[in-house]
């Protein structure tokens, strides 16, 4: 069974830009949720989704938005980059909601923002 | 809210030795605990996880890790380590099933592993 893809995998964007990721779950998996990896800061949750539906949101500015479809594909897109969104932002999947089963990570997206 | 203490940034073990990594959390009920290993440029893998039931769970790569209600602890341990095995390790907590929904894992700020020739 094929794991947790995200695209691109690497990016580089400009201040003030606007920037889609988007993460593919394992087949079956309903959840997907989002997470921001810095070394100052390290793993902060972002969103959850499931069944299409935001079930939860971390401590992040209403830049930071997601969706997810009807084939539990999600994106994530943040608006008006600054600096600080300078991040390794990773995608996880799990069975049921909330991560219920354990959640499994992809690769990861590489934004620098210049 | 819960929180995830991993009190070690940086632990050197010699290869073949033991090894023990120490996760502390706080969670007012019983936690969902979880161990991650990233690997420089990759995503977490996930080496084993904690829902209920018998407090020492065995993981891939022959790590396992042990539940001690009463320390509040997650410890992850493998009696002998491989020069693969050199990378940063994740302690993870998660709430799930109050109806309310989770706020995603808490993740603690990682140990990371050097192994010695």
């Known amino acids: 069974k094929a794991g947790v893809t995200q695209t691109p995998r690497y990016l580089i964007k400009t201040r003030g830009q606007q920037v889609t990721l988007s993460c593919s779950p394992i087949?079956?998996?309903?959840?997907v949720s989002w997470y921001q990896q810095t070394p100052g800061q390290g793993l902060q949750f972002l969103f959850e989704?499931?069944?299409?539906?935001?079930?939860n949101k971390g401590n992040f500015p209403g830049r930071f938005s997601g969706r997810q479809f009807s084939n539990s594909r999600s994106e994530m897109n943040v608006s008006t980059l600054e600096l600080g969104d300078s991040a390794l932002y990773l995608c996880?999947?799990?069975?049921?909601?909330?991560?219920?089963?354990?959640?499994?990570f992809g690769p990861g997206t590489r934004l620098t923002v210049t | 809210a819960q929180s995830v203490t991993q009190p070690d940034i940086h632990i050197t073990v010699s290869e073949g030795a033991s090894l023990e990594l120490r996760c502390n959390y706080s969670?007012?009920?019983?936690?969902?605990l979880f161990w991650y290993v990233q690997s420089p440029g990759q995503g977490l893998q996930l080496l084993l996880k904690?829902?209920?039931?018998d407090t020492l769970v065995q993981g891939i790569k022959g790590f396992e890790a042990e539940f001690k209600r009463s320390q509040s602890s997650f410890n992850l341990r493998k009696p002998s380590v491989h020069w693969s095995d050199a990378a940063e390790y994740f302690c993870a907590v998660g709430a799930w099933g109050s109806g309310g929904g989770a706020d995603g894992l808490t993740f603690g700020k990682g140990t990371h592993l050097i192994i010695q020739p």
């Open positions: 904690y829902f209920s039931g």
């Open positions: 989704y499931f069944s299409e539906t935001q079930r």
């Open positions: 087949s079956g998996h309903r959840s």
């Open positions: 996880a999947s799990s069975l049921g909601a909330g991560g219920a089963g354990g959640q499994y």
């Open positions: 969670y007012g009920a019983t936690p969902y």
